[in-house]
């Protein structure tokens, strides 16, 4: 056990950093009661912009609130919505590529360019019209960044099908007279689902980020949760209180840096052949 | 080769963050760039002067600007035309007050005194109803023709006529009529205390009539002038003259040779600068020389930095939280008990610290400087009254409403967002939760103004330097339907309002205001004034003689630039 652990960081080092981050941000927001030394949400104007120190590790806002607990509780939010953002879309996105791939011909054109137009918008632009028509709320943003990830599964997913679909495995299931649901739900997904993950898992960090854009940008959440892009739009008006953006946008940084390490592992684990290397 | 496609998604990764706190920071930042190089060339600054110096073709620039002086204000401009009949936003008013002359103006240290302007005297008739002004003689317009009295009725007729922004103001207005080459009369069809006050707004202001009836001006609502007058150069009699103006952009004005009263700088340029900490930024680098929307919170951290001096002074705006009256759409703050409640859960002093600048809270919604203040408000925060008065209007648990916040906005450099933040923690303490409802502008204002939200935060800057704007919050009023206050509410307080509007006597009209805002008191009325705000700007120290106007802001006559 100890030496298989020795050996999968001495392989994949990046991937042990990650780990690690996201260790300490999920420790964080489950036990962010625990950790967080302040309330997030209380207000102490006597405290207004104090430099990171001994009483307030990183400080503090224009609020006089803490901002080590803003960023512990902000974890709460940013960590799960990343994660959901992700669930949502591959589901959705997989399904419907799986669909369009297996059935082809009309039923492939209609629904593939369906996911084009989808595709042309700019995808954050698109994310705040639909985060702005739907109303600022954290699943109304989660949703909104959903609709505008799910195509790039659903490309990948009808890639996938219609290699698969032709191979020999599937043709004698079809030959023994196998329902065509069941084909597809059966054999042909879970066999090119290890690809999709791959790229589920290296989408986890972007769509942090794009979660934090949006907040940042005044959608997502309202005040007072304490969230990280939103944290970091608080702080851009007056620089000289260099803290008040740097912890929380740091923490943007590491977890979807951390994503991203992570999801190179597991696409080496799972997906030889993508490997470049040889 | 693994490790290199690492370091590209590490690469990635950090470009993907740094993009992310660009797009608002850098918003501030690109344009920063951008104002930096253009400010370059036409900057008269000692430290720009050398700075011009490095390139050949600048140098002759910077000597040139060596004679001529020419200030740069940095201003969030919330205008879109400087047609004076269309022209309704404070900021405006410095161009259209330096740039025309109305027939009359305010004292700027103390905007109850009425001075002449292009009037030089005038009459009230006994009724009220009648005022006639005597123009000076000789004044030219910056076309040359002189003004007259034909003019000035064509002006004031069009403000009238085109139904624009301002055009309410004249609603007592019935006629205006040049009864002289100097002589204009004003008749009214009902007294109005506030003309005098209304006659001083830059949406009065006197231009040459006969360039204006030549291209579109019709003074009624197919009125074109506006096209032609934001397209040319300023026709008025005003210590300046608009040169150049883009709007949403820049105005560029220079002295007017044959003004009455004559400006000591050249040139004034105002530039649009939305973002205060873009201000903030060229302020310090010395390419703008006004910076005229920052926080307190930006301002404290100029104050006592080389060549910059902060100006503060006073504003009529007052800022509340508006508690919808109805049943309907108020539900819980419908009951005059919770309105109450709220009123003493509220920190008015913790509001007034966060927002500077010298904020303090009045008592009613008269503010200080106006007729009828009421002094500043007496009444302090009591977490345990409030409790009780909630646990007496059946919440003993509190309850959740939502409040309509602009997110962006801030008027005097108070943020409404910060505001609401700071009444959302007061108010959480007695066990109200307060729903921030951030709304992009044009959808706050249509739900407020049609009455639908349940509340909101806003604010109130008077249309014009008398108490009897601020009438418009009582019951059955403007601002008091929007927030579902109807006249058979209190049908008292709308009486006396009613009287108020038409009281001329000085002595009664103060008793009367006084004792609105005790009898809104009483029956809780649906705000809560929690600041009337000041102002703070940030001044290169090399401009002196800077007198600010709660009226017209700034008057660029008076500015004098250090050689």
Same mark, same amino acid.
């Given at each position: 056990m100890k030496h298989s652990v020795q050996k999968f960081i001495r392989k994949n080092p990046l991937a042990a950093v990650g780990i690690v981050i996201w260790a300490v941000f999920i420790l964080c927001a489950v036990l962010a009661p625990v950790i967080?030394?302040?309330?997030?949400?209380v207000q102490d104007l006597a405290s207004r912009?104090?430099?990171?120190?001994?009483?307030h590790w990183f400080g503090t806002d224009s609020f006089g609130r803490d901002i080590f607990s803003r960023v512990i509780y902000g974890a709460q939010i940013s960590i799960p919505s990343g994660i959901l953002v992700v669930i949502l879309s591959c589901a959705f996105g997989s399904l419907y590529g799986a669909v369009a791939g297996y059935f082809g011909k009309v039923v492939d054109e209609v629904l593939m360019r369906i996911a084009d137009i989808i595709l042309s918008f700019p995808a954050i632009l698109l994310a705040m019209a639909l985060a702005a028509a739907l109303g600022k709320s954290v699943l109304n943003a989660i949703l909104a960044i959903a609709v505008v990830a799910w195509p790039k599964y659903a490309r990948m997913m009808r890639g996938l099908v219609l290699t698969v679909r032709e191979s020999e495995y599937v043709t004698s299931e079809r030959v023994i007279g196998q329902n065509r649901m069941t084909i597809l739900l059966k054999t042909i997904i879970p066999n090119c689902m290890s690809s999709v993950l791959v790229l589920a898992s290296t989408d986890v960090g972007t769509a942090i980020l794009t979660f934090a854009g949006l907040s940042f940008l005044g959608m997502g959440v309202s005040p007072p949760t304490a969230e990280w892009g939103y944290m970091v739009s608080d702080g851009v008006?007056?620089?000289?209180?260099?803290w008040i953006s740097f912890f929380p946008g740091a923490s943007i940084f590491l977890v979807s840096i951390g994503a991203n390490f992570i999801g190179d592992a597991i696409r080496d684990i799972l997906d030889p052949r993508m490997k470049t290397e040889v | 080769m693994r490790s290199m496609k690492k370091m590209t998604a590490v690469i990635l990764a950090a470009a993907m963050a740094m993009s992310l706190s660009a797009c608002g920071g850098g918003k501030g930042i690109e344009k920063a760039g951008d104002s930096t190089t253009a400010a370059a060339a036409p900057e008269s600054s000692e430290a720009a002067g050398t700075e011009a110096a490095a390139g050949e073709e600048t140098t002759a620039a910077a000597e040139e600007e060596a004679s001529a002086s020419q200030i740069i204000i940095g201003s969030a401009m919330t205008? %879109?035309? #400087?047609?004076p009949a269309h022209s309704y936003d404070w900021d405006a008013e410095m161009v259209l007050h330096s740039v025309y002359q109305s027939m009359v103006t305010v004292d700027p240290t103390d905007e109850s005194k009425i001075l002449p302007s292009a009037a030089k005297e005038w009459t009230i008739s006994d009724d009220g109803l009648t005022y006639v002004f005597t123009l000076n003689e000789g004044v030219k317009f910056t076309t040359g023709k002189e003004m007259k009295a034909e003019d000035v009725a064509y002006c004031l007729n069009r403000v009238k006529g085109?139904?624009?922004?301002? %055009?309410?103001? #004249?609603? =007592? &207005?019935d006629s205006v009529e040049?009864?002289?080459?100097y002589e204009v009369t004003v008749k009214l069809n009902a007294v109005n205390p506030a003309l005098l006050s209304i006659l001083t707004?830059? %949406?009065m202001a006197i231009y040459d009539s006969e360039v204006a009836a030549a291209n @579109? @001006?019709?003074?009624?609502?197919?009125? =074109?002038?506006q096209a032609y007058i934001d397209a040319n150069p300023s026709m008025g009699?005003?210590?300046?003259?608009? =040169?150049a103006y883009t709007s949403g952009s820049e105005v560029i004005m220079e002295k007017?040779?044959?003004?009455q009263k004559q400006g000591s700088i050249d040139k004034v340029i105002i530039r649009n600068i939305p973002d205060a900490s873009t201000q903030q930024m060229e302020i310090e680098a010395g390419d703008?020389?006004?910076? #005229?929307?920052?926080?307190a919170d930006q301002t404290a951290l100029l104050?006592?930095?080389?060549n910059l001096q902060t100006v503060t002074s006073k504003t009529f705006d007052i800022f509340f939280l508006m508690l919808n +009256?109805?049943?309907?759409?108020?539900?819980?703050?419908?009951n005059p008990k919770v309105r109450e409640a709220l009123k003493y859960a509220i920190d008015y002093e913790g509001i007034c610290a966060l927002a500077g600048n010298g904020a303090f809270t009045p008592a009613g919604i008269i503010p200080s400087? *106006?007729? @009828?203040?009421?002094?500043?408000?007496t009444v302090t925060r009591d977490v345990e009254k409030a409790k009780s008065l909630l646990a007496e209007a059946g919440y003993p648990d509190g309850f959740t409403f939502n409040c309509g916040v602009i997110p962006d906005m801030a008027p005097d450099g108070v943020s409404f967002m910060m505001n609401a933040e700071k009444i959302q923690s007061d108010l959480a303490e007695v066990g109200v939760t307060m729903n921030i409802d951030s709304q992009e502008v044009s959808v706050y204002l249509e739900s407020y103004r049609d009455g639908t939200e349940q509340a909101v935060i806003g604010q109130w800057g008077p249309?014009?330097?008398?108490?009897?704007?601020?009438?418009?919050? #009582?019951?059955?009023?403007t601002v008091g339907l929007r927030a579902g206050w109807t006249e058979d509410m209190a049908p008292e307080l709308a009486a006396l309002g009613a009287e108020a509007a038409q009281e001329t006597d000085d002595t009664v009209r103060e008793q009367q205001f006084l004792d609105i805002q005790k009898m809104m008191d009483e029956a809780d009325a649906?705000?809560?004034?929690?600041l009337q705000a000041g102002r703070t700007w940030a001044v290169? %120290?090399?401009?002196?003689?800077i007198v600010p106007s709660? +009226?017209? &802001?700034?008057? *660029? +006559?008076d500015l004098k630039v250090a050689q």
């Open positions: 967080a030394p302040y309330d997030p949400a912009f104090q430099a990171p120190g001994s009483a008006a007056i620089l000289e209180y260099w | 205008y %879109s035309s #400087l047609d085109v139904k624009g922004n301002p %055009s309410f103001l #004249l609603d =007592t &207005v040049a009864t002289g080459d707004r830059g %949406s @579109g @001006g019709t003074c009624d609502e197919s009125d =074109t002038f009699a005003g210590s300046y003259q608009i =040169t007017y040779a044959d003004a703008i020389d006004f910076a #005229l929307d920052l926080t104050e006592g930095k080389e +009256a109805s049943e309907e759409y108020g539900k819980e703050l419908a400087g *106006f007729l @009828g203040y009421a002094g500043e408000s249309d014009y330097y008398d108490s009897n704007n601020q009438l418009a919050f #009582l019951p059955g009023n649906p705000y809560i004034v929690y290169n %120290s090399r401009v002196q003689n709660a +009226a017209f &802001v700034l008057e *660029f +006559a």
